[in-house]
């Protein structure tokens, strides 16, 4: 049940990107459930895509379990095709998977992806580029205990060394191993840019991939 406007807290919100699909290791589900019950030990708020099934559902769940407010939003689409975390304290309907991701960026103060599919990887690219071109200082953090991700970062290093992006660029996400670690990263996050300005645009230039 959606609680009443006036009951929702006002404190920092993470967003959680992470696999719907029912195929994975149930390790991936296990590792959303404790990323939610820390989430939720921390006074947070979590964000995530609005789905019931996978570590999308799992992080949700373990979220509400210890006491914290979950905002789920999902495409149209997906709602229809009843995968809906309808228990979610606010579940907000989208378009599609566009506006879904930007009032998903707009209501979050940071970002933690964890091992998922390529919506998971279009996620954590479209945040990673848009914080490398100075649209936002929120920290942006990857989870992968298992280095299934390794493959992209990888690849990442690879196109630095081939002038194609930027260390500075490269570096804009910390990559982590354990659920702690991430959520540490996140606070020295928010400590970092907390008197952050906002670039001028010859910066910003600077910034480019």
């Not at 949700?60 to 149209?76: E, F, L, S, Y």
């Amino acid at each position: 049940m959606v609680r009443p406007p006036d009951a929702v807290p006002v404190v920092p919100a993470l967003c959680v990107f992470c696999a719907s699909s029912e195929r994975i290791d149930p390790r991936h589900r296990e590792l959303a459930a404790e990323v939610g019950t820390a989430v939720a030990a921390r006074g947070w708020t979590l964000v995530s895509g609005g789905g019931s099934v996978s570590s999308m559902g799992a992080v949700a769940r373990a979220a509400r379990a210890a006491g914290g407010w979950t905002v789920g939003v999902i495409p149209r689409a997906l709602l229809d095709l009843e995968v809906a975390d309808h228990d979610a304290d606010e579940l907000v309907v989208s378009a599609d998977m566009r506006e879904r991701k930007g009032e998903m960026d707009r209501r979050s103060d940071a970002f933690l992806t964890l091992p998922g599919g390529l919506g998971t990887l279009e996620e954590l690219l479209e945040i990673w580029v848009s914080s490398t071109l100075g649209m936002h200082t929120k920290p942006v953090v990857v989870l992968d205990p298992w280095h299934d991700l390794a493959p992209l970062r990888a690849a990442v290093d690879t196109l630095v060394r081939s002038g194609f992006v930027r260390a500075a660029s490269a570096a804009r996400v910390t990559w982590t191993t354990s659920v702690e670690d991430a959520l540490q990263a996140v606070e020295a996050g928010w400590a970092a840019h907390a008197d952050a300005a906002v670039p001028a645009p010859e910066e910003l230039l600077e910034s480019e991939p």
